[in-house]
Nanobody, 126 residues
Framework: QVQLVESGGGLVQAGGSLRVSCAASGRTFSIYAMGWFRQAPGKEREFVAAISRNTGNAYYSDSVKGRFTISRDNAKTTVYLQMNSLKPEDTAVYYC???????????????????WGKGTLVTVSS
């Protein structure tokens, strides 16, 4: 089992920055990739970014590429999402996810990752 706890959400003005974090505990040694999805009100959940736990290779959705950066700590148990140049359309609940086998490069396909956090709300005001 893996537990994921997000933190760092909040309210920010358009053009501002925010960093959300995801701390993993439990069977972290089995994690193959971690990443972020988001779900805005009335919309489906969408892929944001993912990172390979071992190589550190990162992958992004087109909507956030160039504005968001995903990274991990040296212990490879915490993942960060640095969000810059935020837009009102970035408003959503951001969910951390971890998977034991799905490569980060294919997370854009969405789907059922092994573990999910409860989410943290990011609100961008115009």
């Amino acid at each position: 089992q893996v537990q994921l706890v997000e933190s760092g959400g909040g309210l920010v003005q358009a053009g501002g920055s925010l960093r959300v974090s995801c701390a993993a505990s439990g069977r972290t040694f089995s994690i193959y990739a971690m990443g972020w999805f988001r779900q805005a009100p009335g919309k489906e959940r969408e892929f944001v970014a993912a990172i390979s736990r071992n190589t550190g290779n990162a992958y992004y959705s087109d909507s956030v590429k160039g504005r968001f950066t995903i990274s991990r700590d040296n212990a490879k148990t915490t993942v960060y999402l640095q969000m810059n140049s935020l837009k009102p359309e970035d408003t959503a609940v951001y969910y951390c996810a971890a998977d034991f086998s799905i490569p980060a490069s294919t997370w854009y396909r969405g789907g059922g990752m092994d573990y999910w956090g409860k989410g943290t709300l990011v609100t961008v005001s115009s």
